[in-house]
């Protein structure tokens, strides 16, 4: 099957400072990529969706200036969380979709806690 | 609006059946999914349906009326590996990317 990857798995940092997560689709080509956040006991929240050589198109409510998407070719995809206060704390996943009505894929996610 | 329901959570007890249901208000159909996810870990992917009817993939099976906007995955021969959060999801048709809607998760315990 498919595989996605993400870096780092963990992170830990310091209120204020920026985190760079990256998902890369490792044997097949991205067209589309998903940024979810997982909070302890909940489901999955769709942050943003991300086509190569485009701008994201950000859900309701996520800000477009904190959380920078990048999907700058067709296996990978950035998520930056700029100025991470401890409410960013979360569990970020990211999916990969090769375009059409089929599956998304998912990586194993980022266990982000900002200290 | 987008609405997605399941059972917050079920227990059940090892090598017994389990169905857990999903209702969904969106407003876009254009597929449901199942998903397993244990505890840190990323969703996997358990089954899809877009056509009524039952889906049966081994010891799980998925069913989807579309005309009551309900689907319920059940597993058979529970084993205690089965513990875990099953994620209910619908595809939005509303544009080309085909993002996915979650519900909220249910979790379940399976006991000796």
């Known amino acids: 099957g498919a595989v996605v990857s993400q870096h780092p798995s963990r992170v830990i940092c310091k209120s204020g400072t920026s985190v760079k997560i990256e998902c890369r689709s490792l044997d097949f080509q991205a067209t589309t990529m998903f940024w979810y956040r997982q909070f302890p006991k909940q489901s999955l929240m769709l942050m943003a969706t991300s086509n190569e050589g485009s701008k994201a198109t950000y859900e309701q409510g996520v800000e477009k200036d904190k959380f920078l998407i990048n999907h700058a070719s067709l296996t990978l995809s950035t998520l930056t969380v700029t100025s991470a206060h401890p409410e960013d704390s979360s569990f970020y996943i990211c999916?990969?979709?090769?375009?059409?009505?089929?599956?998304?894929?998912f990586g194993p996610g980022t266990r982000l806690l900002v200290l | 609006g987008q609405n997605i329901d399941q059972p917050t959570e079920m227990t059940a007890t090892e090598g017994a059946i389990v169905q857990i249901n999903c209702t969904y208000q969106t407003s876009g159909f254009n597929g449901l999914f199942w998903y397993q996810q244990h505890a840190g870990e990323a969703p996997t992917f358990l089954s899809y349906?877009?056509?009524?009817g039952l889906e049966e993939k081994g010891r799980f099976s998925s069913f989807l009326s579309r005309s009551k906007g309900y689907s319920y995955l059940l597993l058979k021969e529970l084993q205690m590996k089965d513990s875990a959060s099953y994620l209910c999801?619908?595809?939005?048709?509303?544009?080309?990317?085909?993002?996915?809607?979650f519900g909220s998760g249910t979790r379940l315990l399976v006991r000796p």
């Open positions: 999916s990969a979709s090769a375009g059409g009505p089929e599956t998304q894929y």
């Open positions: 999801a619908v595809r939005d048709s509303g544009d080309s990317s085909y993002k996915l809607i």
């Open positions: 349906n877009v056509l009524d």
